[in-house]
């Protein structure tokens, strides 16, 4: 099945600067990538996803791009906030495994004012 | 709206007692998931569902078991609950590949 790691597991950014986290997957059929934000005592978000005909997408602050050749995706936030503080996921969909959506296991974005 | 609903929010087993987890999404989604979220290993999915009747195993599913009588219903059991289910139960709704809509979450203790 499916497998998608994600790296860091902990990122510390000063306010201001940029974030990138990046994740691999297996799965070469994959086609939907999303990004998830969980904040504390919440359930994940989505603040954003790219499907696989698809290089780069963004939405203000936030880009993610994706290497289909190399099996990974990266999410990019500029400018950051405290309020960027959270657990962010990736996940990967549309493969082998095509009615179900895998996460990989996180990271935990500090936002240093 | 309230979207993604479930219950109970928070609960306290003894090993080998039963429960279900109730999940209800009023957004008539098609798929419904269950995850289990623990430190440092992300949300793994238990067991999901791709239609009313449907029901699949997931990554990790020993111990649970679903039924989907509903489409807008998800109900998780724990037979025999185990200390090693101690977790946060997490469950979402979508269509195939789109925007996942997450509940609140369900903490569980099993001593």
């Known amino acids: 099945g499916e497998n998608v790691e994600q790296h860091p597991s902990t990122l510390s950014v000063q306010e201001g600067d940029s974030a990138v986290i990046k994740c691999t997957y297996s799965?070469?059929?994959?086609?939907?990538f999303p990004w998830y934000k969980q904040e504390l005592g919440k359930g994940p978000q989505l603040i954003i996803d790219?499907?696989?005909?698809?290089g780069e997408k963004k939405d203000q602050r936030i880009a993610v791009t994706l290497n289909k050749t190399a099996k990974h995706f990266s999410l990019h936030i500029t400018e950051t906030q405290p309020e960027d503080s959270a657990v962010y996921f990736c996940a990967c969909g549309g493969g082998t495994s095509y009615d179900k959506v895998i996460f990989g296991p996180g990271t935990s974005l500090s936002v240093i004012p | 709206n309230a979207g993604v609903t479930q219950t109970p929010k928070f609960r306290v087993l003894k090993t080998g007692q039963s429960m279900t987890l109730l999940c209800a999404q009023d957004?008539?989604?098609?798929?419904m998931y269950w995850y289990r979220q623990d430190p440092g290993m992300g949300l793994r999915l238990i067991h999901y569902?791709?239609?009313?009747?449907?029901?699949a195993k997931g990554e990790v599913p020993d111990g649970y078991n679903v039924s989907r009588l509903k489409k807008q219903n998800f109900l998780l059991g724990l037979e025999s609950a185990a200390p090693s289910q101690t977790s946060v139960y997490f469950c979402?709704?979508?269509?195939?590949?789109?925007?996942?809509?997450f509940g609140q979450g369900t903490r569980l203790t099993v001593v």
């Open positions: 799965d070469s059929a994959s086609n939907y």
């Open positions: 790219i499907r696989s005909n698809v």
């Open positions: 979402a709704s979508s269509e195939m590949n789109t925007e996942a809509f």
């Open positions: 957004m008539n989604h098609e798929y």
């Open positions: 569902s791709v239609g009313e009747g449907t029901t």
